[in-house]
């Protein structure tokens, strides 16, 4: 089969697209509906195939030369050919390594996609061609919280030839095992030498079930690859040997813990989902969820069972982002988002909680694609504000973000002070936040890091990482990033806050993107001299998630946990939210997982950072428009994949920092892509439950969505708990960046604060629910409300 790298020296499909690229301004592309919104609004077709969106595994430099490539910048455009003849120069020569990977990595995406295929996936793998398998034999099994058992395959070597595997496959297949879903990673590779030969590390992970007894298992661990040397350096590798390293089976004998009760999918009308905005809005009891996207309200009985109504009298168009807060001071949760003419538009609620208004205007501010909502009283006067971020897409018309670790060249971000009556004025500047206004924002949330009262800022951007401002408590902000940070970098796309190791202080997680082809190509030590810059930065934005525990001695900082390794790596990241699922008194984590899944696990990803990170600068670029165009054409048809079927993940947490994925054990580790994610007691019944968006990829270069309700069926005696619904309709306050905090009977002190903007097009419920493991007494809750008062109920029931 024509690899990739092959097909892009055929100089006619170049010249072709070139010709087509000039001659029409529309072309049409693979992309996100809720990701590229046309000049007129959220409703309008799609998108020219410059503005697909492919990123955050992507992002920019100021130019990518080398001796043999004239300026892409020069005064005289550089053609298209030139540029794919360049690429090529690179990959038979700097990246030659990579290529050579790349083509060992193959043998394992046609495993991967075989087992996702129709036929027996035991055959499959007895059909895998090797000469010998050694592995070590199970030591004795590690209990884990929720009747999870561990074997570490950690004892005596053992070595089995071919048929050995293939009988001991056969057996597990007879008594009544399925293998459900896989994935298989090519973290590291050795090119062979005159005297060695090549080897590769292949992380893995086979996820099955049993019906009877119910079983689900997880197999977990790494392939040390040797493989056969050949005289044909060119065909396709062969597996010589295969060494099973750091492996360990997880074992869970139930049923899942989590049952769907509710399916919603997008429809000819409406083609979004998003934003998934989940509130109590009528006051019975039971969180409502709001989808924008469709302009529906699923009413809660309280009890769990829904009921879908129109949002208002007629459709509403937003972008897929919009917030949920009392903004016109009625002690009414409204609803603001930005509409079909890029300004901000509010519905003010009834007395009910209903949207009879019609919409009205709320500020004359206008954005291009607002991502990130997230409100709060800024200046201590009694209502909310808001801050709005904005994400631009990279590729768009050739430009990339530029620095990829540090981009600030997007769509300004703006902060709307509140003037008491749901109308908005733009003070951006005076509250101190230009200068890095023009992040690449998937998240925000106004939040009091500090404790001193006042609400301060924290964004999660593309391409650069966090940053934070720090509220002097009047709505003016200084940029305390450096100072309140250990380390910022990351493809941010999400967080979530919680008190992880339980000292009383409320800790950030913050998620992005882990790169598998980072790591491989650090470890092979490759990267392009003219861009030294790029080659630093690669392994920290590639790195993954960062789990940033709070400190204040000597002085307050947010440091990254000495066991982060534990929780970096899920993939490529979207939503999150952490909860107590099994009430034992620590909040675990969940997260959405998966980019696009094409039909083959093939991934884009190395062309992105052998190529795509080094190309380009912000300012757009024709012959680069028609670069990327070439590049990414396989992607944009579906034939390959970038990042595709990465499982979702469920840390569940055990205390000092040992956190351990057990989604598919609880039957929510799914391998679609995902998007937003929520949790929230939806039934009252004392077990936080789980809201899901699924994104599936059309041919037609549009996208489905659909949305999952989970139900927590986990059954565990003796775990109490305790919730707090705060209601701005109940109380005349505000609830935003509140915090609750509980005084344990033993004197330990645990904390939650309600924010808004956190998980990825969503919001949660202004609701905070502790777990209290086998405790059934607690000294006093206290409720510190946003503007300082304070609440504090003794003894309360549990």
């Not at 049993?210 to 065909?235: I, K, S």
């Not at 000819?268 to 529906?296: C, E, F, Y």
């Not at 899920?570 to 997260?591: R, V």
């Not at 670029?621 to 396989?634: E, G, P, R």
Request: hydrophobic residues 40%; contains cysteine; glycine residues 8%.
């Amino acid at each position: 089969m024509m690899s990739t790298w092959q097909g892009f020296r055929f100089r006619w499909l170049a010249v072709l697209l070139a010709i087509a690229a000039a001659m029409c301004s529309s072309c049409g592309s693979r992309q996100e509906v809720d990701s590229i919104q046309p000049a007129d609004g959220p409703s309008a077709s799609p998108p020219t195939a410059a503005e697909v969106r492919t990123a955050p595994h992507n992002a920019a430099t100021q130019r990518e030369t080398t001796e043999p490539l004239p300026d892409e910048l020069a005064v005289e455009p550089v053609a298209v050919e030139t540029l794919v003849a360049h690429r090529d120069q690179l990959d038979r020569e700097l990246w030659s390594s990579e290529v050579d990977a790349q083509r060992h990595e193959q043998v394992f995406v046609q495993l991967w996609d075989e087992l996702r295929g129709l036929d027996d996936p035991f055959e499959i793998l007895r059909a895998v061609s090797f000469d010998a398998i050694e592995f070590s034999t199970p030591l004795e099994p590690i209990a884990h919280e929720l009747s999870i058992r561990e074997l570490p395959l950690r004892g005596q070597r053992q070595r089995w030839s071919h048929e050995q595997w293939r009988q001991f496959l056969t057996t597990q297949s007879a008594v009544g095992y399925e293998i459900r879903q896989s994935e298989w990673h090519h973290s590291r590779f050795r090119p062979a030498t005159a005297v060695a030969s090549a080897e590769s590390i292949v992380s893995f992970a086979i996820d099955c079930t049993r019906a009877e007894p119910p079983q689900r298992l997880t197999l977990r661990g790494n392939l040390r690859v040797t493989w056969q040397r050949l005289d044909d350096a060119t065909g396709p590798p062969r597996i010589d040997s295969l060494h099973v390293e750091n492996a360990s089976v997880w074992l869970r004998d139930a049923p899942p813990a989590f049952e769907e009760i509710v399916q919603v999918r997008t429809n000819a009308r409406h083609r979004r989902l998003m934003p998934i905005l989940v509130k109590d809005l009528d006051g019975n009891g039971g969180s409502d969820i709001l989808l924008g996207g469709l302009s529906t309200i699923y009413w809660n009985d309280g009890k769990g069972h829904f009921d879908a109504q129109p949002m208002a009298a007629t459709d509403i168009d937003m972008f897929d982002a919009a917030v949920l807060a009392n903004f016109a001071g009625d002690s009414h949760a409204d609803l603001l988002y930005v509409g079909t003419d890029r300004r901000p538009m509010l519905l003010i609620a009834d007395a009910n909680g209903h949207f009879t208004s019609p919409p009205q205007a709320a500020c004359e501010t206008t954005f291009e694609f607002p991502k990130a909502f997230t409100a709060g009283d800024i200046d201590g006067d009694g209502d909310n504000d808001v801050w709005i971020g904005q994400y631009k897409f990279p590729y768009q018309q050739g430009a990339m973000p530029t620095p990829f670790y540090n981009a600030n060249d997007g769509h300004p971000a703006a902060l709307l002070r509140n003037d008491g009556n749901g109308q908005f004025v733009d003070v951006t500047a005076e509250a101190g936040l230009s200068a890095k206004r023009t992040r690449r924002t998937y998240s925000a949330s106004l939040v009091d890091l500090d404790d001193d009262g006042a609400l301060d800022l924290l964004t999660v951007n593309d391409f650069c990482g966090l940053d934070v401002y720090r509220n002097a408590g009047n709505g003016t902000f200084t940029d305390v990033t450096d100072q309140w940070l250990s380390d910022r970098r990351l493809f941010g796309m999400a967080h979530t806050i919680a008190d992880f190791d339980l000292d009383g202080q409320l800790d950030l997680y913050a998620i992005g993107m882990s790169s598998t082809t980072a790591r491989r190509l650090d470890a092979l030590q490759l990267g392009r001299d003219d861009h030294v810059d790029i080659n630093r930065e690669r392994a920290a934005m590639g790195y993954g998630n960062r789990l940033l525990l709070k400190r204040d001695m000597p002085s307050l900082r947010f440091t990254q946990a000495e066991w982060n390794d534990n929780v970096a790596r899920t993939g490529w990241s979207w939503g999150t939210t952490a909860a107590d699922f099994d009430n034992d008194g620590d909040p675990d984590i969940y997260i959405a997982n998966g980019h696009t899944s094409g039909r083959s696990a093939k991934d884009y990803c190395t062309r992105y950072w052998c190529h795509d990170v080094y190309t380009g600068t912000s300012t757009p670029n024709a012959a680069l428009a028609q670069l990327f165009d070439i590049s990414l054409q396989d992607f944009r048809k579906g034939e390959i994949s970038w990042n595709g079927f990465e499982h979702n993940v469920y840390w569940l947490n055990e205390a000092n920092g040992n956190f351990s994925n057990v989604a598919h054990l609880l039957g929510v580790g799914f391998e679609f892509d995902s998007r937003s994610v929520v949790s929230d007691d939806l039934d009252n019944d004392g077990r936080r439950d789980l809201i899901v968006t699924r994104f599936q990829q059309a041919e037609s270069g549009s996208a489905e969505y659909s949305l999952h309700v989970l139900s927590n069926q986990l059954e565990i005696p003796d775990r109490h708990w305790i919730g707090f619904r705060l209601s701005e309709s109940v109380t005349g306050r505000s609830p935003l960046g509140a915090t609750v905090t509980l005084l344990l009977s033993d004197g330990q002190q645990r904390r939650q604060v309600v924010v808004t903007g956190d998980s990825f097009s969503a919001q949660h419920a202004a609701v905070v629910h502790f777990g209290l493991g086998d405790s059934d007494q607690i000294r006093s809750a206290t409720i510190r409300w946003p503007d300082g008062k304070q609440d504090v109920v003794a003894e309360p029931a549990i």
